[in-house]
């Protein structure tokens, strides 16, 4: 099996931190660069790196032609996209399209037709979602009078989005776009995050802060609890990573399985299960910490991250379990990825 993958790769000196403060996280000064690989290691690019600046998020179009992903080059966060092999660079998010007081633009997701995007602006104090075209023209947002909500996204037609915020202590809502109907998915479920619809857009897959994987109808009705102590919340890239950032489950392409980091044992590690938490299958047996799975788009196979050492590295096994291979070797982080169509 050959194919490709996009990476979010971090670089650092000393130790990494990250810690909450009033308005948002400071974290430790580094630099990211958006990476493709070949799943055997080859033909390794970079293409995009600014030094002294983040790039995180990459995220390929369903049709693999487009590659988006966020940065702060400019000083704000902003979501770009480019070629995969780096070329027609542009800043989808440029300017001040929905006012000067929105600083920041970050947490962007396509919806599975690769139409359409949301993702949130922040002006230092609370955060707004966006819904706008995958070129980043004619952004409006998403029911503002809800308040502070971020950590969404849409289902595969674009006509739904979900998300969370603290303005309503992280309870998940779902909104129609069309008429901009509000339901409230989890109302006795607070803290409830990284919400992502199934493929046919029945069902909300998600975790709460007590660590488990849940879902709940799309439509709404009653929550299901899917995991049983699987106790991981967050990705963290040290011990002092205190705010750590969310690492969502991971749905097939086909949506009939879940993929997910869990700590059974007392390490991270990568499992895998039915839509409605049966048939549960642990697939890696580390010792270091694992997390970001992804399905590859044929369902096959999970890329994810493990620790060798200091940083987290890209390996990838078959969904059906098996010995897991190393693909990368950086003196640096892989932290995010992405398989490319």
Not at 99 to 106: T, V
Not at 136 to 139: L, Q, R, T
Not at 213 to 230: C, H, S, W
């Given at each position: 099996m050959t194919a490709r993958l996009a990476l979010a790769v971090w670089e650092w000196q000393g130790d990494y931190y990250s810690r909450d403060i009033p308005g948002g996280v400071e974290v430790a000064p580094h630099t990211g660069s958006i990476y493709t690989v070949?799943?055997?290691?080859?033909?390794?690019r970079r293409v995009f790196s600014q030094p002294g600046r983040d790039a995180n998020l990459p995220t390929f179009s369903p049709d693999g032609q487009w590659l988006t992903f966020q940065s702060n080059l400019t000083g704000p966060h902003q979501i770009y996209r480019c070629r995969p092999?780096?070329?027609?660079?542009?800043?989808?998010?440029?300017?001040?399209?929905?006012?000067?007081?929105?600083?920041?633009?970050?947490?962007?997701a396509l919806s599975g037709d690769g139409r359409k995007m949301v993702?949130?602006?922040h002006n230092g104090e609370l955060g707004r979602a966006?819904?706008?075209n995958a070129d980043?023209?004619?952004?409006r947002l998403v029911a503002p009078?809800?308040?502070?909500?971020?950590?969404?996204?849409?289902?595969?037609?674009?006509?739904?989005?979900?998300?969370?915020?603290?303005?309503?202590?992280?309870?998940?809502?779902?909104?129609?776009?069309?008429?901009?109907?509000?339901?409230?998915?989890?109302p006795d479920h607070p803290n409830s995050y990284v919400p992502r619809f199934t493929p046919n857009g029945e069902w909300i897959v998600f975790f709460r802060r007590d660590g488990e994987?849940?879902?709940?109808?799309?439509?709404?009705?009653?929550?299901?609890?899917?995991?049983?102590?699987?106790g991981y919340v967050r990705f963290r890239l040290s011990d002092q990573d205190a705010h750590g950032s969310s690492d969502e489950p991971a749905i097939a392409p086909d949506g009939t399985r879940i993929a997910h980091i869990g700590v059974y044992g007392g390490v991270p590690n990568v499992y895998a299960m039915n839509l409605d938490g049966s048939e549960p299958r642990q697939l890696t047996f580390r010792e270091q910490p694992c997390g970001r799975v992804r399905w590859s788009p044929d369902g096959a196979w999970l890329a994810f991250v493990a620790f060798v050492g200091r940083y987290p590295h890209l390996f990838v096994v078959s969904a059906d379990g098996g010995q897991p291979y190393q693909v990368t070797d950086f003196d640096a982080a892989v932290y995010m990825l992405a398989w490319q169509p």
């Open positions: 070949n799943t055997d290691g080859s033909e390794r092999d780096g070329s027609e660079l542009i800043n989808l998010t440029a300017g001040d399209p929905l006012g000067a007081e929105w600083r920041d633009a970050y947490g962007f993702y949130t602006i966006v819904l706008a980043g023209s004619a952004p009078r809800l308040g502070y909500t971020y950590m969404a996204a849409l289902d595969t037609g674009g006509e739904r989005v979900v998300f969370s915020g603290p303005a309503d202590g992280y309870r998940l809502k779902r909104l129609t776009l069309a008429d901009e109907r509000v339901t409230d998915l989890t994987v849940y879902r709940v109808p799309a439509e709404g009705g009653p929550v299901e609890r899917l995991t049983e102590g699987r």
